[in-house]
């Protein structure tokens, strides 16, 4: 059941980048590297990464700006950012967050902060994933409960049910396709004695 997760990396520092590609891709991870916030981004919309490390003090356009753009397209708005950086101010670590990072991973790195920190990142996407698809499933089945609800037109005689084309059904037939009710089939023991009347005289029920 273990997918590759891909994990796409954006740093500047070629020797950091390798450092980071080896060190994940021995967890058995497909990494993919960019050196600058544009290229990163690109690659981004293309691979659609599992999660994105990203730097912050790059040339082009640092990593807030970066993590602010990927926020800003659908396609890569709900892939995790890790921010790895050699700034540790206070301030710093806030705007990470306020630019839409989840996490904050201060360098030099330490090997088993970042794999720990990776893999939880991803176990978070997996499960926000699946409450999501919980989610659209238990609407539907709503809607699905709800056709049953509200103002149901009846026939006061004959128990005829109108549906929302104007057609008249069978109470049977009405509930049969607006939920997931079964009848099992037996007579009442008042309509029993209408008609069934001598058997109700023999046996000296009625
Ligand atoms: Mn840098």
Avoid at 25 to 43: F, K, L, M, P
Wanted: with cysteine.
């Amino acid at each position: 059941m273990t997918k590759t997760n891909t994990l796409l990396i954006i740093e500047d520092n070629t020797v950091n980048l390798r450092i980071m590609s080896t060190l994940l891709s021995s967890q058995g991870y497909h990494v993919v590297g960019c050196t600058g916030g544009v290229a990163g981004i690109d690659a981004a919309l293309d691979l659609a990464p599992d999660l994105i490390l990203l730097d912050i003090v790059m040339p082009e356009i640092d990593g807030f700006e970066t993590c602010r753009r990927l926020k800003f397209h659908d396609a890569t708005r709900e892939i995790p950012v890790i921010f790895v950086t050699a700034l540790s101010a206070t301030e710093d670590i806030v705007r990470a967050y306020e630019a839409g990072g989840v996490d904050y991973i201060v360098k030099p790195v330490r090997r088993p902060e970042v794999i720990a920190r990776v893999q939880t990142h991803l176990k978070l996407r997996d499960a926000v994933r699946e409450r999501d698809k919980l989610i659209v499933e238990l609407t539907d089945t709503l809607k699905r409960i709800k056709q049953l609800r509200g103002l149901i037109p009846i026939c006061s005689h004959c128990k005829k049910i109108r549906d929302d084309k104007g057609y008249w059904n069978q109470l049977e037939a009405y509930i049969r396709d607006h939920s997931e009710a079964e009848f099992s089939h037996g007579i009442c023991p008042e309509c029993a004695r209408i008609l069934y009347p001598e058997l109700y005289k023999k046996n000296g029920l009625s």
